[in-house]
């Protein structure tokens, strides 16, 4: 007894001078605390299981055990995802630091439209889907942003080659955190509209006059949806299943009608772009559709026929992804709700 409480005295002493950290003063606590309960009473071990279901000491160390074991394994993961959050943060601000230099002298006053593409070593397809950008002539003045997610290919060449703007990860964080890229860049270079598509030629950009021509009659943001052709877009019974799944979640939840809530092919009012400024780093689509609902943006949809992939391999095309993504799901759901992250988060100047 005398032994625990001159332990714990001297552990309260140098957690007060920060020499040990709270995790370890926690547990290191509890052990004491539990010896000089033992020592100020040797039965109450015998009593506790006695007075429970327990059959020995044994059970009873290992009830104390895994409660223990538990916290440190949350602790772990809660400084694990810290990490990860501020490595990611620290790559991005990277990125838009290059691209704020690399942007410097050239002049943006009248661009009306910002063309966002997160690629991933998309060299066979890049420069193709930047060429059919080209071939529409759009009369207004416009910028193609590629954030080249961490490639090992010629994807960052071309795509420079080909007139667009590279904004480089130096490492691959996920599409979700390329297209928040792309959306901060974006509200650097304050477009009228910003529309995003895929690198992999599977959005066709002849749409995209009709995703201008929806916002300029008011719509604040256009979803091209594979599901309003009905007959148009074939995919897996399981992919199917969960898309709709997860639009008539959205539309519960959010108060609209959508067909096509994880569509990546969209258009967005530059204006409208803090409202639906997601957290989310790997998949964020749910998270986007729930809050341009809640913020009550006018959303549109209208039906587009989508080119089958060529090259490349889909998200899901690993199964442990597929079941990642539905948790991810969940995550966004809560993120909608009760956490926002801000564009100036980024040290911006607007």
């Known amino acids: 007894m005398f032994i625990s409480t001159i332990m714990v005295l001297l552990l309260i002493k140098v957690r007060y001078s920060n020499r040990i950290g709270n995790q370890f003063f926690v547990i290191v606590i509890l052990f004491w605390l539990i010896i000089f309960i033992v020592s100020f009473n040797p039965d109450i071990i015998g009593i506790i299981i006695e007075s429970s279901s327990l059959e020995n000491r044994a059970q009873f160390l290992l009830m104390i055990t895994i409660p223990i074991v538990i916290y440190l394994l949350y602790s772990q993961v809660i400084k694990n995802k810290n990490l ?17 230099r690399k942007i410097k002298n050239l002049e943006f006053d009248s661009l009306y439209l910002v063309i966002v593409m997160a690629a991933k070593n998309e060299e066979k397809t890049i420069g193709e889907v930047i060429k059919k950008i080209k071939s529409l002539q759009l009369t207004i003045q416009y910028k193609i942003i590629v954030i080249n997610d961490g490639s090992s290919d010629k994807t960052e060449k071309i795509a420079e080659d080909s007139g667009a703007i590279v904004i480089n990860h130096v490492y691959n964080l996920g599409l979700g955190a390329a297209i928040k890229t792309g959306f901060i860049a974006s509200y650097i270079l304050k477009p009228k509209v910003i529309i995003n598509l895929d690198a992999d030629d599977q959005h066709d950009p002849k749409y995209i006059p009709k995703i201008l021509d929806e916002i300029k009659n008011g719509a604040d943001m256009v979803y091209c949806s594979r599901f309003q052709n009905k ?18 979640l959205v539309n519960k939840l959010g108060h609209v009608t959508l067909t096509d809530v994880t569509s990546g092919y969209r258009g967005i009012k530059y204006e409208k772009l803090k409202d639906i400024f ?32 060529l090259y490349g391999e889909s998200q899901f095309f690993r199964l442990e992804k597929f079941f990642i993504y539905n948790i991810n799901a969940i995550i966004q759901i809560f993120n909608s709700y009760f956490k926002h992250e801000h564009i100036s988060d980024y ?4």
């Open 84 to 100: 990860s959050l501020n490595f990611r943060k620290v790559i991005r601000q990277l990125a838009i630091s290059n691209f704020s």
């Open 231 to 248: 007959n148009n877009y074939k995919t897996s019974t399981v992919r199917l299943a969960g898309n709709k799944f997860y639009n008539q």
């Open 278 to 309: 997601f957290t989310s780093e790997t998949n964020f689509a749910i998270e986007l559709a729930l809050r341009a609902a809640k913020n009550g943006l006018n959303i549109v949809e209208i039906p587009v026929e989508m080119n089958n992939r």
């Open 347 to 350: 040290e911006i100047s607007n």
